[in-house]
Structures are given as structure tokens and as C-alpha cells.
């Protein structure tokens, strides 16, 4: 075993201790440690119930994120091979597992015959996992790549592939400190199908083999695409009724609210017409609470999404208190702002960009190509005040034919990057050797 293998694998007692610690002030975090009790005999019961003589396909996905960008892979080949590929699917976050259980608007594939937590990566949780479910191929996406694992996936002869692969220049995983720990686990990959060429060329670098890097683009596109054209959540109808062009603020947090709520009061003053849907990254009872309390301050009558009947919603502002059906949300919008972009980074631009909407961020867009593609573009613009967000939201709303034009641009470049699914398929088909029907 490597020296810096050998200390991530001694340090992962501590760090199981400190999450322990940090549960206690952290529920996402108690969540994660509460759905992995039990997990040893949940797997042992789960994998006897497998039906041999089939392709299993394992794909790991971190959160609900990185699950939409394998659901229309795995869609795929399940379409492709019905009688026989299976899959399993384990989640890092609590926020992944729970989307696949309650909230997300469409059945699972029945594809997938096993659907739990990865439990912590110790050589021993490795060879117990690799052991229940004698997957055919292990399929990681985006980044989520866990060291033990791949290790006895390798020493086990299970083919590995990582899908959607990304690289940013600025990423730690490309330190001095990291770049060697990183490097020992692409090298046990047997494929890495990466977004862009430039990813592809920074994982390439420094590998034995870099022909096994290709450049299949990212998924996502697939998954918004195919959820906008054949939409899966039911909304109150009162979400489409009325003539009031709607502002759409998905994925927000508090420091997104601080902007778009005032903006939007400032807004109100020019265009008395305009109607608002907040849309909380993680519609909690307390952040519900804290979104009324903030549209109060500044006189915004608002409304909470599960209280619309058929009627058009009288208050200016609709509050979205539930997940699954943001994509949905959209398709009423005449413009949309994502949230994320003042705290860590933008969350996902591509949905409303594919609905026709033009888009309006924060200024940290660096995590997400396709939110500088847009500002390129010009359907994507960067709001930095309450005054920059209703004078970019007020001119807009105010020119139908420009806001047309813009969003005709932004579904364009979304629908032009369709096609990734088809190639980390074909991928996956190689290498396990399996030919279409």
C-alpha cells in the first residue's frame, strides 16, 4: 500500500469520530451517520435477493446531483439490454438517497435492484461490499472516487469507469499535496469518459495509458433535456394560470435571498405585475420560516406553493415548500435566478437555460462551464446588488422579443450538448464486451 494510502486509511477513524461530533450541531450530517446503521445487515439481505447471471452494473453517485447525471446512463443501457443489465446504486449523501426514496417525480428504473449508503471506506467495508454484490463493473460519477474501494474493486478484477469526469483547473485535487493520491487512483480506472477536452488532457497528464481518457461530455445535458420535454412532477395549476410573467429563484440560499428578495420588491415598484417563486435549495421547516419572515420586512405578500388551489395565487410571492418539481417550476417562469453563486458555487443553470429562460447568477460561476458559456452567450448575466438583479430583471421583463432571443440561444446551446449518455454507454458496452441487439 502506498505511504499516503496508508494514512487516509488510519485517518478514517478520526474522521468518523469528528463526524460524530459534528452531528451534533449538523442534521444532514446526523442523517447520514442514522441511515448507515444497520447498513452491514441491510446489505447482506439485499445482496442475497440479487438475481445471478445478470450484468450488475454498480454506480456510486455522491448526491442527488451527481445521480441525475448517471440516471440517463443507466435509463440507457437498461433500455438498451432489459434482460440483462441490473444495476446497484449506493449514495454518499443522506440528500441523494432521500431524492431516489421520496422525491424524485419519476419511478427509478427498474433496473435497479439494490439502493443503499456506501458506508465508510475502510479495506474491510471495501471487501465487504465488493463481496455482496460481485458487481460486473463499477461505474463512479463526476468525482466521487473512494480509495479502499477502487483498491478492492482492482485487486478483485471488477472493470472500473468514472462517467461525467471533471477536472477544473483550480481543483485541490491537482495540489502538490494531492496530485500523487489522485493520480495512483485514475491509473486503476479503466476508462475515464471526461465533459470537456480540457479535463480530459488534465486527467491524461502523468498516466501510463492516457488513451484510456476520452471526451464523451457531460450527462446532465441528457438528464434536463429529457426531464423538460417530458415533464414528471404534477404542479397546482394556480402555478400556470394568470398572465403575470414569473421570476423563477431556484436553489437559493440566504445570501441569494438577500439579493433577489429586496431586488424583487424594487422590482414590484416598476412592474407591478411581476410574480415571484422562491425556491429553497432545502425547503426546511426553519429556512421556510426565514424566507416568510425576509418577504414580510419588505411588504411581500407571499403564499406557500402546497396552499394554491385552482385559483391564480393572489400574493405576489410563491413560496416552493417541496423538492422534485423545480425543473417543472420553470416551464411557468419568463426568467429565472439560481441560487449558490455567493456561496460555493452556482447550482444547476442548465434546467431553466433548456426551458427557454434567460438566467441570472451571483458571481461564483466557476464550478459550472456552462454558466460561463451562457454569460458568453449573453442569456446568462451576473447580478451583484438588489439594484443590479431588478434593473437586469426589469429590462427583460419589459422586452418579450430580446428575452425571446436570449433564451432561444441558452436552449440551443443546452440541447447541442445532448448525446454524453450514448457515449458512456457505448463506453460501458465495450469494455464489459456486450454487443446491441
Request: charged share 20%; with cysteine.
Amino acid at each position: 500500500m502506498r505511504p499516503d494510502h496508508a494514512i487516509y486509511s488510519a485517518a478514517l477513524p478520526l474522521a468518523a469520530a469528528g463526524a460524530r461530533i459534528a452531528a451534533l450541531f449538523n442534521g444532514k450530517i446526523a442523517e447520514g451517520i442514522s441511515g448507515r446503521r444497520g447498513l452491514k445487515e441491510r446489505w447482506a439481505r439485499a445482496a442475497s435477493r440479487i438475481e445471478r447471471g445478470r450484468t450488475l452494473l454498480w454506480f456510486h453517485v455522491s448526491s442527488v446531483g451527481e445521480f441525475l447525471q448517471a440516471r440517463p446512463v443507466i435509463d440507457l443501457l437498461a433500455a438498451r439490454h432489459p434482460d440483462r443489465i441490473r444495476v446497484a446504486l449506493t449514495f454518499f449523501s443522506p440528500s441523494g438517497m432521500n431524492f431516489l426514496r421520496r422525491h424524485d417525480g419519476a419511478p427509478p428504473s427498474p433496473a435497479i435492484v439494490f439502493a443503499d449508503y456506501l458506508p465508510l471506506d475502510t479495506p474491510a467495508n471495501a471487501r465487504l461490499c465488493i463481496g455482496a454484490l460481485r458487481p460486473s463493473m463499477m461505474v463512479y460519477v463526476k468525482f466521487d472516487l473512494w480509495p479502499n474501494l477502487i483498491a478492492e474493486a482492482h485487486r478483485s478484477g471488477v472493470p472500473q469507469v468514472l462517467v461525467s469526469g471533471t477536472l477544473s483547473p483550480g481543483s485541490w485535487r491537482l495540489s502538490p499535496v494531492a496530485r500523487g493520491f489522485y493520480r495512483s487512483l485514475y491509473e486503476r480506472l479503466d476508462a475515464i469518459a471526461a465533459i470537456t477536452g480540457e479535463d480530459a488532457a488534465r486527467f491524461a497528464r502523468g498516466l501510463p495509458d492516457p488513451s484510456r481518457v476520452i471526451v464523451a461530455g457531460d450527462t446532465r445535458f441528457d438528464q434536463v433535456c429529457a426531464r423538460i420535454d417530458a415533464p414528471v412532477s404534477k404542479l397546482p395549476p394556480a402555478v400556470f394560470s394568470g398572465r403575470r410573467p414569473l421570476l423563477i429563484a431556484g436553489s437559493t440560499w440566504p445570501k441569494d435571498e438577500a439579493v433577489v428578495i429586496p431586488g424583487f420588491a424594487r422590482l414590484r415598484a416598476e412592474e407591478p405585475e411581476a410574480g415571484l417563486i422562491v425556491a429553497p435549495h432545502e425547503p426546511t421547516a426553519q429556512r421556510l420560516e426565514e424566507i416568510g419572515r425576509a418577504l414580510e420586512r419588505h411588504g411581500l405578500p407571499s403564499v406557500r406553493l402546497s396552499a394554491l388551489d385552482g385559483a391564480p395565487a393572489g400574493a405576489p410571492v410563491i413560496v416552493a415548500d417541496g423538492v422534485g418539481y423545480l425543473a417543472e417550476l420553470y416551464r411557468a417562469g419568463a426568467l429565472a435566478y439560481i441560487g449558490g453563486s455567493r456561496t460555493t458555487g452556482v447550482h444547476n443553470v442548465m434546467e431553466p437555460a433548456v426551458a427557454g429562460l434567460p438566467v441570472l447568477f451571483g458571481p461564483k460561476i466557476d464550478n459550472s462551464w456552462e454558466a460561463g458559456r451562457l454569460v458568453g452567450l449573453g442569456a446568462g448575466r451576473i447580478v451583484r446588488t438588489p439594484e443590479e438583479f431588478a434593473r437586469a430583471a426589469a429590462g427583460l421583463l419589459r422586452d418579450e422579443a430580446e428575452r425571446a432571443r436570449l433564451g432561444r440561444l441558452g436552449s440551443g446551446f443546452i440541447r447541442s450538448g445532448c448525446g454524453a449518455a450514448s457515449r458512456c454507454a457505448d463506453l460501458i458496452e465495450r469494455l464489459l464486451g456486450i454487443e446491441r441487439a
